[in-house]
């Protein structure tokens, strides 16, 4: 079905240890590809691109499944690690505290990321994602205003 293979990024989300943070890591060298080729703003869109075919694919595969949020949906990993990383310079050190950062918030989901799990289907499994890739733009953006990075 189309659903799971778009919702489990190509079987990434079968990955058998820590397969969110793995659909992560795989996002990274496309988001890096997108930002120095097209620019931060392209991130952004594929980003959001991203979330949408990401509620319908999560949604139907959750249907079918009857799981709230399976591990094996990691799209929202890779919608949500494209924003994060679209306010970090192009460099290993952007790159990697947007990974990092990014990681924390979504496993941890501190309010406001926890929020985005309460609603229904593929926007519950997708939207805690793209908070926690919000704020960690956020802080990204705040660390290269100071010249931190």
């Given at each position: 079905?189309?659903?799971?293979?778009l919702?489990?990024?190509?079987?990434?989300?079968y990955?058998?240890?820590?397969?969110?943070?793995?659909?992560?890591?795989?996002?990274?060298?496309?988001?890096?590809?997108?930002?120095?080729?097209?620019?931060?703003?392209?991130?952004?869109?594929?980003?959001?691109?991203?979330?949408?075919?990401?509620?319908?694919?999560?949604?139907?595969?959750?249907?079918?499944?009857?799981?709230?949020?399976?591990?094996?949906?990691?799209?929202?990993?890779?919608?949500g690690?494209?924003?994060?990383?679209?306010?970090?310079?192009?460099?290993?050190?952007?790159?990697?505290?947007?990974?990092?950062?990014?990681?924390?918030?979504?496993?941890?989901?501190?309010?406001?990321?926890?929020?985005?799990?309460r609603?229904?289907?593929?926007?519950?499994?997708?939207?805690?994602?793209?908070?926690?890739?919000?704020l960690?733009?956020?802080?990204?953006?705040?660390?290269?205003?100071?010249?931190?990075?």
């Amino acid at each position: 079905m189309i659903a799971t293979l778009l919702s489990t990024v190509f079987g990434v989300g079968y990955a058998p240890i820590a397969p969110g943070t793995v659909a992560s890591a795989v996002a990274l060298p496309c988001a890096w590809l997108i930002a120095w080729r097209f620019g931060p703003g392209a991130l952004l869109t594929a980003s959001g691109i991203a979330y949408l075919v990401g509620v319908w694919s999560t949604g139907a595969h959750v249907a079918r499944v009857g799981k709230c949020d399976p591990s094996e949906c990691v799209i929202d990993e890779v919608a949500g690690q494209w924003l994060a990383c679209a306010a970090a310079p192009v460099s290993l050190l952007g790159f990697g505290l947007a990974f990092v950062i990014f990681r924390a918030l979504d496993i941890s989901k501190i309010w406001p990321v926890s929020l985005g799990e309460r609603l229904p289907g593929g926007w519950g499994v997708m939207t805690d994602d793209l908070v926690a890739g919000a704020l960690t733009l956020a802080l990204i953006a705040a660390l290269r205003w100071q010249s931190i990075i």
